[in-house]
């Protein structure tokens, strides 16, 4: 279990209602911060979540939010404000993937992901940078994925996505080092959560024999990177993507 390394510090973590975000507000709250805990849909999940956060000690709140909406995401970035503080650290996380052939790549399936996993990544650390500036520290951590780094012809406008978490990395965290913003990046690869619900169990049979650790990925795995890039122990490290897979890509 971490220190206790993020006392009085509040952290938002987009989509942690449930899968990765889960294990990630978990995992911040055993490290002291108070954890606000975004969801989309299923508010019992978001609950339950709270809860966790809380037998871990720590203060939590929930929010309703859909990130690709800038109004609904102002409403957020306020409510978390107004009942948590300042906006420390944030964990861009919230995602959708469907497991699509390029036939089943329609617009409105593209637009779908682009807006939740970029577009809804770039309002959210917008709506929270100017605070972080004013205060003169701020840590960010965005969800990419392994799928930004090889060909995905399952999910090309996922991969799409991924690869813009990337960029937005590099770039925003350039842009925004002056201010004692350090923004990196996580890159998983295939983790236990409902997101592979729509891939096939041949599928993934096949990406577990291909991965040299032969297993997939539990979400604590991910969790423990996310509060590492967040934490003072990578103090020298911004624009990174720290990717953990198993060995399924290796990285230079
Ligand atoms: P998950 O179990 O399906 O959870 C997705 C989370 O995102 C839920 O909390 C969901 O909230 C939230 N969400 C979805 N759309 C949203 C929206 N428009 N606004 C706000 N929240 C929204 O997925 P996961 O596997 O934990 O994935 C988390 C992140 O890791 C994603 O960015 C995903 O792309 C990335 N990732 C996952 C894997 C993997 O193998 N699992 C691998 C690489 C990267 P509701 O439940 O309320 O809808």
Not at 35 to 52: F, G, M, P, Q, T
Not at 105 to 117: A, F, S
Request: charged share 20%; net charge negative.
């Amino acid at each position: 279990m971490p220190e206790p390394d993020f006392e009085n510090r509040t952290v938002l973590v987009t989509g942690g209602s449930r899968g990765i975000g889960r294990a990630c507000c978990v995992r911040l709250a055993q490290a002291g911060a108070r954890v606000a805990i975004n969801y989309h849909s299923r508010s019992d999940d978001a609950l339950e979540a709270a809860k966790l956060v809380e037998a871990a000690g720590a203060e939590a709140m929930t929010v309703q939010a859909n990130v690709a909406d800038p109004g609904s995401v102002e409403a957020m970035v306020a409510a978390v404000n107004e009942r948590l503080g300042p906006i420390d650290m944030l964990v861009n996380n919230a995602g959708v993937f469907e497991y699509v052939t390029h036939e089943s790549t329609t617009l409105e399936h593209w637009q779908r992901t682009i807006d939740v996993n970029l577009t809804g990544l770039y309002l959210v650390t917008w709506a929270v940078k100017d605070q972080m500036i004013e205060r003169g520290f701020g840590r960010i951590v965005n969800m990419s994925s392994i799928s930004a780094l090889r060909a995905r012809p399952y999910g090309i406008a996922y991969a799409a996505s991924k690869a813009g978490v990337v960029a937005f990395t590099k770039s925003a965290s350039d842009a925004l080092i002056p201010y004692n913003i350090r923004i990196n990046a996580v890159a998983p690869g295939l983790i236990d959560t409902e997101i592979l619900e729509g891939v096939d169990q041949a599928t993934l049979d096949r990406i577990v024999a291909e991965t040299p650790m032969k297993r997939i990925g539990q979400t604590d795995e991910i969790a423990d990177v996310v509060h590492f890039l967040l934490s003072e122990a990578s103090r020298f490290m911004m624009g990174q993507v720290l990717v953990a897979s198993g060995g399924r890509v290796m990285l230079p």
